[in-house]
């Protein structure tokens, strides 16, 4: 067992990325279910029942360990973290900001917390603040992201010299190629977003899902939102948005993303989505892009 799956308590180092709406109970169970390790989102979570509801609906569909995000910038994510410690989750991520008040709770629930961070300085911070791993995530992944970044292929190795604690790299991670470039560099284990939306068991609607298909490696641009910035895929509405023609921010809000993200109109709001989309080809099962990715199924091109 690496010190990755050990903490995870899944088969392989590979944590599906929380993704809002789209980390429903399904699609966490799917990636726990094939060895991964499935995480609820609650970054855009406003209900602590509905949180409850979500955990427990997840351990209706798997007995594999699952985890949740919890994200700084949403002021219940202290009662989130409750929650998540009363319905036995042992492993969460924080991300969003500085997890310095979350950990000490987190641990007394008996909780493991893996940090994410942007640059080698907060992985610091967070491993003096107690974090039990990290995940480094660059520039080139999917959602939000904060006002600097550096790419996956500097900032990881930079966070493995930085830090005395297991790294798992994210960002532009999409199949065995990225995979093993991320354990090359360092990383125990990967992060993966964008590249589990282009699957089957994924809710995204298929719209967005074929615009991951269809987009290239320079489909991607960062919107501003202020406090933190978005990759996105470049619609006709974030080409506005990175014009300045466009306000961004009802476009990440519960509507807008109802209507693009699961109703399928793409200029509703802002498709979150890295630059892996240029290597993502097709829509298969998660435990297909899974077992490509460990080399149960290694990929031709590779
Ligand atoms: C649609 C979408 C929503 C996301 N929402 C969150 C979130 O709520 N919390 C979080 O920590 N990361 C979030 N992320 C980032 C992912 O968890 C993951 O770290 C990132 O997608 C990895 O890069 P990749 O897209 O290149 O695989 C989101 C990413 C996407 C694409």
């Given at each position: ?105 987190l ?20 491993e ?13 992944s ?38 093993r470039?991320a ?42 939102m ?46 979150p ?6 290597l ?17 199924n ?5």
């Amino acid at each position: 067992m690496s010190r990755i799956t050990d903490l995870l308590g899944s088969r392989h180092p590979i944590i599906q990325g929380a993704m809002g709406v789209i980390s429903n109970p399904e699609m966490v169970a799917a990636v726990s279910e094939a060895g991964g390790f499935g995480l609820l989102a609650t970054a855009f979570a406003a209900d602590p029942g509905l949180v409850r509801d979500q955990a427990q609906a997840t351990k209706e569909l798997t007995d594999k360990p699952f985890g949740a995000n919890l994200f700084v910038m949403n002021p219940l994510a202290a009662r989130f973290a409750r929650v998540f410690a009363e319905e036995g989750v042992k492993c969460v991520t924080v991300s969003g900001g500085s997890p310095r008040e979350l950990i000490p709770m987190l641990h007394e629930a008996g909780i493991r917390v893996i940090v994410v961070t942007p640059n080698a300085d907060s992985a610091r911070s967070a491993e003096a603040a107690g974090a039990d791993a990290i995940v480094a995530e660059g520039a080139e992944s999917g959602g939000v992201q904060g006002l600097k970044g550096s790419s996956t292929m500097v900032l990881v190795p930079a966070v493995v010299d930085a830090v005395n604690l297991p790294v798992i790299a994210a960002g532009g991670i999409g199949d065995s190629r990225g995979y093993r470039a991320a354990l090359a560099l360092g990383a125990e284990g990967v992060q993966v977003g964008t590249r589990f939306i282009a699957t089957r068991e994924c809710i995204a609607h298929d719209n967005y899902k074929s615009a991951i298909v269809e987009t290239k490696e320079t489909g991607t641009g960062l919107v501003d939102m202020g406090r933190f910035r978005i990759r996105a895929l470049r619609t006709g509405l974030a080409e506005k948005m990175l014009r300045g023609e466009e306000p961004a921010d009802q476009a990440f809000r519960g509507e807008a993303i109802e209507a693009s993200w699961l109703g399928g109109d793409l200029n509703a709001g802002v498709l979150p989505a890295g630059e892996i989309t240029g290597l993502v080809s097709d829509i298969p099962s998660v435990k297909e892009v899974i077992e490509e990715m460990v080399g149960a199924n290694r990929s031709q091109r590779s």
